[in-house]
């Protein structure tokens, strides 16, 4: 166990209506991410944080928001949900560093959008 | 783009050593080689990293070659639990971020 709570687990919503899911962190990483996995696709990169404040795009950031106003917690927000976001989200933790530093996964959020 | 080749499936036996390879022939000097593990429904699970040496821990021992072109991890003793898609990825120098391939599926048959 790597401290990483996501939730909710499960989330079934409509389209259009905003959904924000949470990251929870206890081990004071500076890093945190947000992928999602698809089938055929594997795990891609939405958004990551380097610090309080500090968050940067990834490969698939269009139609996600992330805020992070504290260390612990990293929120992933779609403004107005598609149903191409259906998905698996996954949140990640790590110290950081230039590449001798694991990436450490929660357990994962299930996301149906009807 | 995936900088790794890994077959897309395999299977091992219980009880003997799993030997997974990995190919990253464009791999830079300064970029690590990692291990991951995704079982059905949960997050993926780190196993081990290497920049040049060797590297065991309790899950399993990482081989990288001289050229660095290849590695292979490998798993001990195999058990059913080691059933998993397993992800071989090559860390971009000054990235903290992980590009994941599609890996390898490997089954663990008694």
């Known amino acids: 166990d790597a401290g990483i709570t996501q939730s909710p687990r499960h989330k079934v919503t409509e389209t259009g209506t905003p959904v924000t899911l949470r990251c929870h962190q206890t081990?004071?990483?500076?890093?945190m991410y947000w992928y999602r996995q698809d089938p055929g696709h594997g795990l891609r990169l939405i958004h990551y944080?380097?610090?309080?404040?500090?968050?940067d795009k990834g490969e698939v950031s269009d139609g996600y928001s992330v805020s992070r106003s504290k260390t612990e917690d990293f929120l992933l927000t779609l403004e107005s949900a598609t149903s191409s976001q259906t998905s698996v989200y996954f949140c990640?933790?790590?110290?950081?560093?230039?590449?001798?530093?694991?990436?450490?996964f929660g357990n994962g959020t299930r996301l149906t959008v009807t | 783009d995936a900088k790794t080749t890994q077959p897309t499936s395999m299977d091992c036996a219980e009880g003997r050593a799993a030997n997974l390879p990995c190919n990253h022939s464009?791999?830079?000097?300064?970029?690590?080689v990692y291990w991951y593990r995704q079982i059905h429904s949960q997050g993926p699970q780190y196993i081990i990293h290497?920049?040049?040496n060797n590297e065991t821990n309790e899950m399993a021992s990482l081989i990288i070659t001289e050229d660095r072109k290849s590695s292979t991890l490998i798993l001990p003793h195999a058990t059913l639990r080691d059933t998993a898609v397993y992800y071989c990825?090559?860390?971009?120098?000054?990235?903290?971020?992980?590009?994941f391939g599609k890996g390898n599926q490997v089954v663990v048959i008694p």
């Open positions: 290497g920049l040049k």
């Open positions: 081990e004071n990483h500076r890093y």
């Open positions: 464009t791999i830079s000097g300064n970029e690590y």
């Open positions: 990825i090559v860390r971009p120098y000054g990235n903290n971020r992980l590009a």
């Open positions: 944080s380097y610090g309080v404040k500090d968050t």
């Open positions: 990640a933790i790590s110290l950081g560093g230039q590449g001798d530093s694991p990436l450490h």
